[in-house]
T-cell receptor
Framework: KQEVTQIPAALSVPEGENLVLNCSFTDSAIYNLQWFRQDPGKGLTSLLLIQSSQREQTSGRLNASLDKSSGRSTLYIAASQPGDSATYLCAVRLKGSGNTGKLIFGQGTTLQVKP | EADIYQTPRYLVIGTGKKITLECSQTMGHDKMYWYQQDPGMELHLIHYSYGVNSTEKGDLSSESTVSRIRTEHFPLTLESARPSHTSQYLC??????????????FGPGTRLTVT
């Protein structure tokens, strides 16, 4: 059974720092991995989608990497800002999920960026 | 920009009432999903749909039911609400075809409180 783990559960950094969020998964047979942002009481905003054949994706100050063989992904946030404060979730889509597109989510890392 | 909508955003209702949570998307996506998320916890899939007239139960058992009569609409119904149903319900959709279309887009969520 696929399990997705995110470490740390919470992180507090001063503004301007570069930081890395970690995501690990137990079954390397994934179709893709997606990083989301969730603000308190809100829905999820998709940040980056990495296909299983890709090593990384970049969007602005965000860079996500994928190492399928070791079952790991990282989300790198450069020059963090208070507006980056949110919970970051990673989710994997299993190869065996066929036509469903079902995602398995981690518990998230709650980030606080202090001014 | 994702066009997926949920109503109501917040609902407080008494035990035993029947409720329907609405979800609509204007992207023409064939796949739609309902997730349940308790505060501080990960998302769990409770229902999904491949397309019109197809619905399946997700990984987490739920007393709710869903229907998919139109591509753009995926309502969730609780016949008799109970306090244990208090949670946030998130709707999502994704397309088919190209790998990029597998990205899941989420609505803003409905926060349900059953008293």
């Amino acid at each position: 059974k696929q399990e997705v783990t995110q470490i740390p559960a919470a992180l507090s950094v001063p503004e301007g720092e570069n930081l890395v969020l970690n995501c690990s998964f137990t079954d390397s047979a994934i179709y893709n991995l997606q990083w989301f942002r969730q603000d308190p009481g809100k829905g999820l905003t998709s940040l980056l989608l990495i296909q299983s054949s890709q090593r990384e994706q970049t969007s602005g100050r965000l860079n996500a990497s994928l190492d399928k063989s070791s079952g790991r992904s990282t989300l790198y946030i450069a020059a963090s800002q208070p507006g980056d404060s949110a919970t970051y979730l990673c989710a994997v889509r299993l190869k065996g999920s066929g036509n469903t597109g079902k995602l398995i989510f981690g518990q998230g890392t709650t980030l606080q960026v202090k001014p | 920009e994702a066009d997926i909508y949920q109503t109501p955003r917040y609902l407080v209702i008494g035990t035993g009432k029947k409720i329907t949570l609405e979800c609509s998307q204007t992207m023409g996506h064939d796949k739609m999903y309902w997730y349940q998320q308790d505060p501080g916890m990960e998302l769990h899939l409770i229902h999904y749909s491949y397309g019109v007239n197809s619905t399946e139960k997700g990984d987490l058992s739920s007393e709710s039911t869903v229907s998919r009569i139109r591509t753009e609409h995926f309502p969730l119904t609780l016949e008799s609400a109970r306090p244990s149903h208090t949670s946030q319900y998130l709707c999502a959709s994704s397309g088919s075809g190209t790998p990029a279309s597998n990205e899941q887009y989420f609505g803003p969520g409905t926060r349900l409180t059953v008293t």
